[in-house]
Structure formats: C-alpha cells, structure tokens
C-alpha cells in the first residue's frame, strides 16, 4: 500500500475568522491567504502593521492579486503555515 502525504495534508486549518485575528493591529502575527493557503507574513518589510501598499493583512487575497505589480509567484518566497477553511 503506497501512502502519501502532501504538504496540505499536514498543515492546519483555519477559518477567516482565525485568519482575520491575525491582521498585525492585535497580534504580532501577520497572515494573509491566497488560493487557499496561509501565509505568514510577519516577518517581510513589506507588510508592516498589517498593511501592504493598499491590502491588509488577516484577509484572502487571492480576488486582489490582479490589481496587483507582481505575480503569484511572489508567494512561493513564503512557507504556507495552514490551509483556509
């Protein structure tokens, strides 16, 4: 029997509301999603207290990447922390 295990499979889940605790104004936490995923952006430049140029933090940007001067690809320098739910 061949098991496998994806990455999906062993990061937790989180509801937005979880999510939308994490927004930097409460918490030292800064976490955005993006196709499902959660990433922890706490720790780039770019998105001190909560906010990147016109996005907040605590949110699911995947509708907002369009309006956006960069790609998708721009998560992959993140580690996806949890799965949105």
Not at 31 to 37: E, F, L, N, T
Not at 40 to 47: I, K, N, P
Not at 56 to 82: C, M, N, R
């Amino acid at each position: 029997m061949l098991i496998i295990i994806t990455l999906d499979s062993i990061l937790p889940n989180y509801t937005k509301a979880q999510l939308a605790l994490r927004n930097g104004q409460d918490r030292p936490e800064i976490w955005v999603a993006y196709q499902g995923k959660i990433y922890d952006m706490s720790h780039s430049r770019l998105w001190k207290n909560g906010k990147h140029y016109e996005h907040w933090a605590g949110q699911d940007l995947s509708d907002e990447l369009k309006d956006a001067p960069h790609t998708s690809q721009v998560f992959e320098k993140y580690q996806a922390i949890g799965i949105l739910i």
